[in-house]
Nanobody, 121 residues
Framework: QVQLVESGGGLVQAGGSLRLSCAAS????????MAWFRQAPGKEREFVAA????????GYADSKKGRFTISRDNTKNTVYLQINNLKPEDTAVYYC??????????????WGQGTQVTVSS
């Protein structure tokens, strides 16, 4: 079992930055690829970025390249998502997940409870 707890969300003005954190616990937490997804009101949950268990490989949704950076620190069992130049359309609940490292929701077995990011214009 892996438990995931996100933090770092909040209300921010457009153009600002946030760093989201996801603390993982459990015996096999550091052996999973990790990902960030987000879900805006009235929309489906979408893939943002994923990172391999070692941190050596990362992938992003095409529309997220450039402003989003995923990273992990396995000594702290924590995954991060840095978001720069925030836009109102980034407003969503951001979820971290542990699983295969793909962009598909079904490939992730463990999910956090989410952290709200609200971007004001």
């Amino acid at each position: 079992q892996v438990q995931l707890v996100e933090s770092g969300g909040g209300l921010v003005q457009a153009g600002g930055s946030l760093r989201l954190s996801c603390a993982a616990s459990g015996r096999t937490a550091s052996t999973h690829a990790m990902a960030w997804f987000r879900q805006a009101p009235g929309k489906e949950r979408e893939f943002v970025a994923a990172i391999s268990w070692s941190g050596g490989s990362a992938g992003y949704a095409d529309s997220k390249k450039g402003r989003f950076t995923i990273s992990r620190d396995n000594t702290k069992n924590t995954v991060y998502l840095q978001i720069n130049n925030l836009k109102p359309e980034d407003t969503a609940v951001y979820y971290c997940a542990a699983g295969s490292g793909s962009s598909r929701l079904v490939d992730y077995d463990y999910w956090g409870q989410g952290t709200q990011v609200t971007v004001s214009s």
